[in-house]
């Protein structure tokens, strides 16, 4: 079957700055494939070039067969762009936001009434389809930018941050949607910082940083990339420095880092039973106030690809 | 792409009628300006202070009588300066160097042509720089003209009757079947009249042009700033389809604006603007220039305050030094050469020029061509800017 996304070799500088390097994966239909990685890691940037909005330096951007450089109108009419903002106007109404763009985006005259019904439908807001946008919650302005981005029938909708600010009702009304919608054969690329969310919906994963993919594959196949080691995060009080030295010496533990003033994480295999050892080490140094063993997951597997420093 | 082009002015022009910029800045506030200024200063000529240009290479009677009523005009003196130049080269180059506002020419035989009712032509030279002396030389032979007609007439009704050909000019004369002998009246501008309220009908029009067209290119970068033009964008639509949408709908709400405001001139104080169709044409040049002008601006802003302030800069500045504001006449001699460099003051002299000469589309041909390449120089270089910014 032919992929609905193929992109290779994308690369985008500014001025010397690399802010895209070599990047390249393929999204099959009916695939959801996410792209995690931290601020500033060069997530929208490849999104943009994806959706036509940069020209990349270097790659090719392939969408339902049609080459985006080549034939940018027929690869866009196969693209459903969903912006991290709510990108539509705030003094239309719901109706008239999504029949504007029905028409701008070329459907047939006689075919946009029954389209923006059917859309609104589908993102449950036929009730408020009148009323005007800056009426509408925060919930209700995510699915109909969702929906903005589905009145031409792409094959493949491109979402960045798609629940931002949204409250959990919304947020699982978002995720029920666009697993229907990968369900019926869409494709779909998903940015979020949530990993739950991208664990959720997402077939494959692509771990994003510095530009580059640093890891992609499955949620099991990343999580396995770290070794099974478990998390343990711990609280002390007292000198958490020397805690922290002595912790490093502790054979089984693999990276010991501080997160916070009084907050340690260790990564370590066979995390709980490596626990009582823990609290003996850092004993008469710190007073253990909490601890948590966590088993791996994606997080502590992206968070060992990309490290814990912050990224602005 | 035309549909796409069509859905992005009609909801372009939608918002602008819907928050009433639409009526606020292309209709009320030029109209209301222009009617103050009107209610102000109307009817009043501006005081002028012109240089004409005498060459009488005729040496006969009607270059005489014209200086001497010239001369005699208490309404003209310290106003009217006539210079006599010996040529037409010679009026030409004074005319070219600024030295005289316009220059009125007797051909050799003038006189005696006239006399033996043959009729005769003047010369008037004129300058878009100086269009109220153009206005004074082309009323001085507007008179000269019916006192020409009158007298030709005269003199071929008297050979037809009989009276011998060296008899005639005597005869004409000695009856004053030519009509009373050249004079010329307190108002040297009438059927010509340049009064303030077309003049800063104009200024208004001219101004407001920007704030019109302005707002629609605002928009485009409160668009890039909510991101529906990069939903747009990522469309199914060539990239220049959202641009192209605000600036039809931006010149089309300033044609509207500045036709209102010619029209309010006209029906509120019975102004005339000049021959109606060199007035729309000379009135397109500007809208046009003022549309390529504010997208030059919004192709190099980063948002859309920093727009609004470069525009709103922009406007002033060249309304200031184009005669919108403060008439050309009364700048030094350099602020009027920089004032070449505003679209407002080729308009403005263009429109004064029309209205009063009652010239046609040929008087205002220079004005409507600088106009023209100030409007492709400008397109051009907002293409070149949208192209490494927001189409990068």
Known sequence: MTDTLTCANLSKSYGGVVAVRDVGFTIAPGEAYGLLGPNGAGKTTTISMLVGLLKPDTGTVVVGGADLSADP????????????????????????????????????????????????????????????????????????????????????????????????????????????????????????????????????IAIVDHGSIVAEGTRH??????????????????????????????????????????????????????????ISTVDGIAAVTAVEVVEPDLEATFLHLTGNTLRD | ????????????????????TALIIAIIVPVAMATLFGVALGGD??????????????????????RREVMASTELDGVLTLRDLPGRAQA???????????????????????????????????????????????????????LVRARTLAVRASLDAGVPAGEVKEFVERNGAAGPALTLENDPMAGGRVDLSVYYGAGMAALFAFFVVGASFRSLLIERKQGTLDRMRAGPIHGWVPIAGKAVVGFALAMVSVCVTWASSVLIFGSTW???????????????????????????????????????????????????????????????KIALFTPNAWTTTGLTGLAGSGAGLASVAVPIGVLCAIAAAAFGLAATGFRKGLLG
């Open chain 1, 73 to 204: 109108m027929a690869a866009k009419a196969k693209i459903g762009y969903v912006p991290q903002e709510i990108a539509l106007y705030p003094d239309l109404t719901g109706r008239e936001n999504l029949r504007f763009f029905c028409r701008l985006f070329g459907l047939p005259r006689k075919a946009v009434r029954a389209r923006v019904e059917e859309v609104l439908d589908l993102v449950g807001l036929a009730d408020r389809a009148d009323a005007k946008l800056d009426t509408y919650s925060g919930g209700m302005k995510r699915r109909i930018n969702i929906g903005a981005a589905l009145l031409h029938r792409p094959e493949l909708l491109i979402l960045d941050e798609p629940t931002v600010g949204v409250d959990p009702q919304s947020r699982k009304s978002i995720l029920d949607g666009l697993e229907r919608l990968v369900a019926d054969g869409m494709a779909l690329l998903y940015t979020s910082h949530y990993m739950e969310e991208v664990e959720r919906v997402c077939d494959r």
């Open chain 1, 221 to 278: 196949e990343l999580v396995a990339l770290v070794g099974g080691a478990d998390r343990i995060e711990l609280t002390l009080d007292g000198d958490v420095d020397t805690a922290l030295a002595k912790l490093r010496g502790l054979g089984g533990v693999t990276e010991a880092v501080r997160t916070a003033a009084g907050s340690v994480r260790l990564i370590a295999e066979g995390g709980r039973y490596l626990l009582p050892s823990v």
């Open chain 2, 1 to 20: 792409m035309v549909r796409s082009l069509l859905t992005v002015s009609a909801l372009e022009l939608r918002t602008r009628v819907r928050d009433r």
């Open chain 2, 45 to 66: 000529d501006p005081p002028l202070r012109a240089t004409v240009g005498m060459v009488d290479l005729d040496g006969g009677e009607f270059p005489a009588g014209v």
């Open chain 2, 92 to 146: 030409q180059s004074a005319l070219d160097a600024g030295d005289i506002g316009a220059a009125i020419i007797f051909p050799p035989g003038f006189s005696d042509s006239v006399g033996a009712g043959q009729g005769g032509k003047v010369d008037v030279l004129t300058s878009a720089d100086t269009p109220l002396a153009g206005v004074v030389a082309n009323a001085v032979v507007d008179r000269i003209s019916s």
């Open chain 2, 274 to 336: 000049g021959d109606p169709v060199a007035v729309f044409t000379l009135l397109l040049a500007h809208v046009l220039a003022a549309t390529a002008i504010t997208m030059l601006v919004a192709s190099r802003a980063r948002t859309d305050a920093q727009a609004d302030g470069v525009i709103m800069v922009i406007s002033f500045v060249a309304a200031f030094f184009g005669g919108s504001l403060v008439p050309l006449y009364t700048l030094p001699d350099l602020l009027q």
